[in-house]
């Protein structure tokens, strides 16, 4: 009997907290600590995919695309061509705003022309976190307008709770613990 074919899924984000032991060069990479991405993507899709590569943003390719400004236009599109270059099925990603007003637009942009810019592009599958990853799992305490905050903001308040910025394995928790629909 041939195997059940699962979705192959391409992982990028800012470093360990987003992508646990994926973050790094791929030849150090395992599936050891997951990472917040991988495990909002377990809660929504328990089963039927596979990580099939991950990269770190700051080591996506630049891929040149006419037309396009911002540098983060630029690193969607890289990404995608990182996840078809792998086989990937999916590219699944967050990217900090951090202090760029322009990046949520950038990133919408880049999302937009991928399928327009890659013959058989993955699906995509991905956003900003605003105003960083620590706004989302803000959100998944329960806190409101997170996306409102400024990144040192958000921070603190995790902090407060007693969470510092760099817990990767504390904000897995909480995405592995909070209630998904009451976000």
């Known amino acids: 009997m041939k195997p059940l074919e699962r979705t192959r899924v391409f992982l990028v984000g800012e470093g360990e907290n987003e992508l646990g032991s994926r973050a790094g060069a ?32 700051k080591s996506i390719r630049k891929y040149q695309a006419r037309g396009a400004a911002h540098e983060d236009t630029h690193h969607v599109l890289g990404a995608a061509l990182d996840a078809k270059e792998a086989g990937c099925d999916v590219l699944a990603f967050s990217r900090d705003i951090d202090r760029d007003p322009a990046r949520r637009e950038a990133i919408a942009e880049g999302i937009r022309r991928v399928s327009s810019s890659l013959s058989s592009p993955p699906e995509v599958i991905g956003g900003v976190a605003a105003p960083a990853l620590e706004g989302w799992i ?44 009451a976000v």
């Open 26 to 57: 791929p030849a150090y990479q395992s599936d050891k600590h997951p990472g917040v991405l991988f495990t909002l993507l377990s809660r929504v899709q328990p089963n039927g995919w596979v990580v099939g590569g991950a990269r770190e943003w």
């Open 138 to 181: 803000l959100a998944l305490l329960g806190e409101k307008a997170t996306e409102e905050l400024s990144p040192l903001r958000a921070q603190a308040m995790l902090a407060a709770k007693g969470m510092m910025p760099d817990d990767g394995a504390a904000m897995v928790r909480v995405a592995e613990d909070a209630d998904l629909d």
